[in-house]
């Protein structure tokens, strides 16, 4: 089974990831979780890329490099697991692509975009993903008191606007795949979140 977590930055993703895994492995599940960019050698590489704040990087490009990464995880690491009967649970996967580099970048053709998501994935899609879903304003407040040393990377400069593109764009995906996003008010308490995100995640 593969499922994963959207949301934008600091919307509490890898917090409920973790409850969801370690409850699971209480159950004597064979669990994985993987985090986008990322999650294989080369992976890991192209995130460091991606990342760093160094350079400029053509929205183009940026799209690929995302893909690229997403492509190696899949082919290596993902597909092999499910075959194997292992839960995979991704921190973020094409959902991600085409809120962030299709609306929050305007790239334009976004029918275009998610086409070619599924050749990049080899059909793959998560049968559910939970979408975190809080307002810009509270993912930056977020951003601000967690721990580390206070820099932020380069996706996280995009700005307020950018990622009020992003949140428009996570609703519009939610409203167009019912059956496949969940949506949660990530407003609410670690724990609320958790309780609905098990309940549904019982009914898979
Ligand atoms: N990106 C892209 O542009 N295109 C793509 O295709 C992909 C990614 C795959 C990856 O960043 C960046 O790449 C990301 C999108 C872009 N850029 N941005 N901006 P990342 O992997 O470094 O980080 P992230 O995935 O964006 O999120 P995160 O920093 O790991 O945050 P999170 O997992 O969503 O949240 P958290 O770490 O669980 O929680 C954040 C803080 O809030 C923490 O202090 C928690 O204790 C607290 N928290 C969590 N839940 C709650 C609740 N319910 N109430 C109050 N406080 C809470």
Redesign the pocket.
């Known amino acids: 089974m593969f499922v994963s977590f959207e949301?934008?930055?600091?919307?509490?993703?890898?917090?409920?990831i973790k409850l969801l895994a370690a409850r699971l492995e209480e159950m004597q599940r064979e669990v994985r979780v993987f985090?986008?960019?990322g999650g294989s050698v080369l992976s890991e590489k192209i995130r460091a890329l991606?990342?760093d704040d160094a350079f400029e990087v053509d929205p183009f490009a940026e799209m690929l490099l995302?893909s690229a990464a997403?492509a190696q995880l899949v082919a290596k690491e993902i597909r092999p697991r499910i075959d194997a009967g292992t839960i995979v649970i991704c921190?973020?996967f094409f959902d991600?692509?085409i809120a962030?580099?299709g609306y929050?970048r305007e790239f334009g053709d976004v029918d275009w975009l998610a086409d070619f998501q599924m050749r990049v994935t080899a059909g793959l899609a998560p049968v559910r993903t939970y979408l975190?879903r809080i307002s810009a304003a509270a993912a930056v407040s977020?951003?601000r008191?967690?721990a580390g040393d206070g820099k932020e990377?380069r996706?996280?400069q995009?700005g307020m606007t950018f990622f009020e593109r992003v949140e428009a764009a996570y609703d519009k995906l939610a409203a167009e795949a019912p059956s496949r996003i969940v949506v949660l008010d990530?407003?609410?308490?670690?724990e609320v979140?958790h309780q609905q995100i098990w309940a549904d995640f019982k009914s898979l």
């Open positions: 949301g934008i930055d600091g919307s509490g993703k890898s917090t409920q985090r986008e960019p991606l990342l995302f997403r921190d973020r991600s692509t962030y580099q929050g975190l977020r951003r008191t967690r990377d996706m996280e995009g990530g407003h609410q308490s670690i979140l």
